[in-house]
């Protein structure tokens, strides 16, 4: 149980073009998802948090109108890139929180396995 | 949400070696959990050990947590080539999203 995946696995996209990255739980409801960033060697950054029905939070320094997040449903959240750059060339990682407050598992959270962008 | 610290940052073991990587933290937590990130992949969720909890097994695995100290350790007994794989912690107070330090990288060579 507790499976996340990823579509696509990886794209190569041209620069200024928008890509999407599906996140969803396979097995259970997510009403929180996580987005993450990791660069060449180096650890995972939270991009943002993402509830269902509701607008992302994002973290400090990252561009919400770059990074549209979307989660509709409490098994999908979508994440585009748009107008992609080389610079945001990276393995993109999803992750989802199982419930509602107080649930088991809400503590919990489970990571897809990553989506590796190349822009060129 | 707050990020562990892991120590060492590179650690070479023998197969057949046990190894042992700890964590630190700055603030109360609810749980801290362990991950494994193989080359270009996603994570795999290792272990969760609550903040009353001391110890906890899984498989190979053991993980301590002094929740007066704020440190857990992990330690991987009897390595394994298999077992080569970058290793974080993430201390998490409940409810928050989990924030990731540098990781410590495990080589076990055969």
């Known amino acids: 149980g507790a499976v996340v995946s990823q579509h696509p696995s990886w794209v190569i996209c041209k620069s200024g073009t928008s890509v999407k990255i599906e996140c969803r739980s396979l097995d259970f409801q997510a009403t929180t998802m996580f987005w993450y960033r990791q660069f060449p060697k180096q650890s995972l950054m939270l991009m943002a948090t993402s509830n269902e029905g509701s607008k992302a939070t994002y973290e400090q320094g990252v561009e919400k109108d770059k990074f549209l997040i979307n989660h509709a449903s409490l098994t999908l959240s979508t994440l585009t890139v748009t107008s992609a750059h080389p610079e945001d060339s990276s393995f993109y990682i999803c992750s989802a929180r199982p419930g509602l407050a107080g649930a088991v598992g809400y503590n919990e959270q489970f990571f897809g396995p990553g989506t590796r962008l190349t822009v060129l | 949400s707050q990020q562990g610290e892991e120590d060492p940052q590179a650690l070479s073991i023998q197969e057949g070696e046990n190894a042992t990587m700890n964590c630190s933290y700055k603030?109360?937590?609810?749980?801290l959990q362990w991950y494994r990130q193989n080359s270009g992949r996603g994570l795999v969720h290792l272990i969760l050990i609550r903040s009353n909890e001391r110890e906890k097994h899984s498989g190979r695995l053991r993980v301590t947590l002094d929740t007066s100290k704020k440190s857990s350790s992990l330690l991987i007994t009897a390595s394994r080539a298999a077992d080569t794989a970058s290793y974080f912690c993430?201390?998490?107070?409940?409810?928050?999203?989990?924030?990731f330090g540098k990781g410590t990288t495990l080589s076990v060579s055969s």
């Open positions: 993430a201390p998490s107070q409940a409810g928050t999203a989990l924030i």
């Open positions: 603030t109360s937590i609810n749980n």
